[in-house]
């Protein structure tokens, strides 16, 4: 079983909101970082959102100002809000995490299986 679990796609209209949850077996303590990355048909996968330990936050391009990457308090367990979806946000989503002192830079150790999110026009 995967350390970290998607949850939350599914099928929006263009316009419409989805929130995203992943839950990582790890103790948070354990997590340097993590990040929601997608992947469209076709296409490379790619960054849309990234939380450092410390809380400092970068995000795509493509999703600034419509996309809000947060964490529960105390659990490991990481959301994405979207807002405003259009239909080029349909993909399967990703989350992945860092293990604390491994360089972030690089790619992360922890990957989910991915959760489908359409957005239709």
């Known amino acids: 079983q995967a350390a970290v679990q998607e949850s939350g796609g599914g099928l929006v209209q263009a316009g419409g909101s989805l929130r995203l949850t992943c839950t990582d077996s790890?103790?948070?303590?354990?997590?340097?970082?993590m990040a929601w990355y997608r992947q469209a048909p076709g296409q490379q996968r790619e960054q849309v959102a990234k939380?450092?330990?410390?809380?400092?936050?970068k995000y795509g391009d493509s999703v600034k100002g419509r996309f809000t990457i947060s964490r529960h308090s105390t659990q490991s367990i990481w959301y994405l809000q979207m807002n405003n979806l259009t239909p080029e946000d349909t993909g399967i989503y990703y989350c992945?995490?860092?293990?604390?002192?491994?360089?972030?830079?690089?790619?992360?150790?922890?990957w989910g299986q991915g959760t489908q999110v359409t957005v239709s026009s």
């Open positions: 992945a995490a860092w293990r604390m002192f491994t360089n972030v830079d690089y790619d992360p150790q922890y």
């Open positions: 790890r103790s948070l303590a354990n997590t340097n970082a």
């Open positions: 939380m450092w330990r410390s809380g400092t936050i």
